[in-house]
């Protein structure tokens, strides 16, 4: 069963930065793409930045300019940089990986971390 554990959540200010880190169990070339999802309260989960096994990246709209989805792989760990936070980016964070192969598609989720921004 694949882990995925991450850390670096927290409060901060208005303005401030954090970084997000999601440990993976086993090497994240294993898996088609790697990403972060938040969840903010009465709202859907919706994708904030990911990044698939060849290299490419995607960020949400709002998130753009911002964030930055970034992995070592040595580590088999993936981090977020999220600079000039903002309270709208107050939210659960969580990692996500999803691997499929032909008509197989499965996918997982770590337990959560909570970001909360303060105006």
């Known amino acids: 069963q694949v882990q995925l554990v991450e850390s670096g959540g927290g409060l901060v200010q208005a303005g401030g930065s954090l970084r997000l880190s999601c440990a993976a169990s086993e090497s994240i070339f294993t898996f088609n793409t790697m990403g972060w999802f938040r969840q903010a309260p009465g709202k859907q989960r919706e994708s904030v930045a990911s990044f698939t096994s060849s290299g490419s990246t995607n960020y949400a709209d709002s998130v753009k300019g911002r964030f930055t989805i970034s992995r070592d792989n040595a580590k088999n760990t993936v981090y977020l940089q999220m600079n000039s936070l903002k309270p709208e980016d107050t939210a659960v964070y969580y990692c996500?990986?999803?691997?499929?192969?032909?008509?197989?598609?499965?996918?997982?989720w770590g337990q959560g971390t909570q970001v909360t921004v303060s105006s």
């Open positions: 996500n990986a999803a691997y499929s192969a032909g008509f197989y598609y499965t996918n997982y």
